[in-house]
């Protein structure tokens, strides 16, 4: 863990809590959520800054990456479900940073603390580097995604042209729904990934234990999914995207300063916009060493339809027409929107 005088948030309460939503609906299009990312990512570049974060590859791995025109700010858009490898990205901002360089770096709380320890360690000044954490329900193994790539190649026999971990796109804000694009020209729409993942099989061990599910940040600016927005402000929700941004220091409320005719927002409490993921780590699933234990014993396939949402979900998006599925998530998602 990292030192807590390195947390520069302090206290157990955000300096300011917003709702927001990026003005430019392509960006908030591509974005996981309101698009909060792409308009801070912009800002550090104007300022002939570097921003990293994860992107996804051209064999569907998550990476981190380090990007400086704001020409491919694009590809860090959308949450990758899967745990991302930093690579020596650490040295990279050890270098900028030495280079006076204004840097933005983005990733999950313990990447942060990560980060953060090894600049500390290697005596780095820090004064111009800039965090911003996801809210992180938690990281399923590289493993397990790759098998996942492999089971969908094999099971539609075709390779796999374009991945998509969440596609707010065609299905919208609230649902979850994995899609990909094949060789062969079909579209697979399917939600196992996200069964396995939301029911705490995949999720790394280190998660269940997460010392970062606080309202007490260890980034400038944290972000998340604002579930529930319409109940504290009327008709914001489009169910194209809005965050839940929390501002936890100085540096974070300046940037929030600069980067904000770029956005709609409305300031919030705290109590509004609370959700598991800043209070506990998740439980594993009680089965979820049944599903390991079939996975090393009988391959990934078996593992993956012994978990009963995946069987379910498996008929439905097989079975259901694509307007149907629409309709019945329409009714059922309105509660949490
Ligand atoms: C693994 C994971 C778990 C999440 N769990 C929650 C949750 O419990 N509650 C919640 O409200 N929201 C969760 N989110 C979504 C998160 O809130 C949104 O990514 C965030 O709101 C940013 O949205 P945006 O529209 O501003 O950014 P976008 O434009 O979509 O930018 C995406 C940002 O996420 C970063 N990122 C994407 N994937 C990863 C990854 N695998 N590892 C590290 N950084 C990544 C990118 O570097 C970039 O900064 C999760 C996202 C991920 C990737
Ligand atoms: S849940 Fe915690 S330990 Fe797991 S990736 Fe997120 S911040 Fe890191």
């Known amino acids: 863990m990292i030192p807590t005088n390195m947390n520069r948030g302090g206290g157990g309460t955000p300096l300011a809590v917003y709702a927001i939503k990026n003005r430019d609906e392509f960006i908030r299009k591509e974005s996981r959520s ?31 990456i380090r990007v400086d ?22 040295r990279e901002v050890q270098s900028d940073l030495l280079n006076d360089k204004y840097v933005l770096f983005s990733g999950t709380s313990c990447q942060i603390a990560g980060l953060k320890a090894f600049l500390h360690k290697v005596n780095c000044d820090m004064s111009k580097l800039y965090t911003v954490d996801i809210v992180c ?70 998660c269940h234990q ?36 929390l501002i936890n220091s100085e540096n974070g409320k300046s940037v929030f300063e600069m980067i904000k005719d770029n956005l709609i927002w409305k300031e919030v409490g705290i109590e509004n916009c609370m959700q598991t993921a800043l209070r506990v780590p998740f439980a594993p699933n009680k089965e979820r060493n049944n599903f390991w234990n079939q996975y090393y014993l009988k391959g990934f396939s078996a593992a993956l339809f012994s978990v009963e949402n995946v069987k379910k979900d498996y008929l439905i998006h097989n079975l259901l027409p694509k307007k149907i599925y629409l309709l019945i998530k329409k009714f059922t998602l309105r509660n949490k929107m």
């Open 34 to 64: 309101g698009g909060v990312f792409p308009a801070i990512a912009n800002w550090i570049i104007s300022k002939n800054g570097a921003v990293y974060g994860c992107v996804t590859d051209s064999d569907f791995r998550a990476v981190h």
């Open 69 to 90: 025109s704001k020409s491919n700010v694009h590809r860090f858009s959308g949450s990758k479900y899967v745990q991302s490898d930093l690579g020596d990205v650490c």
């Open 137 to 206: 329900h938690g990281v399923p193994s590289p493993r397990i995604w790759e098998e996942y790539i492999r089971y969908i190649e094999e099971t539609y026999k075709s390779n796999v042209e374009h991945a998509d971990f969440r596609n707010k796109r065609d299905f919208g804000w609230a649902d979850h729904v994995e899609s990909f694009r094949l060789k062969n020209g079909k579209c697979i729409n399917t939600s196992s990934y996200t069964a396995l993942f939301y029911r705490h099989f995949t999720l790394r061990p280190a």
């Open 210 to 245: 997460c010392p970062y599910k606080s309202t007490q940040r260890i980034s400038d600016i944290s972000l998340a999914d604002f579930w529930g927005v319409n109940k504290v402000i009327r008709l914001f929700n489009d169910n194209k995207g809005v965050s839940a941004v």
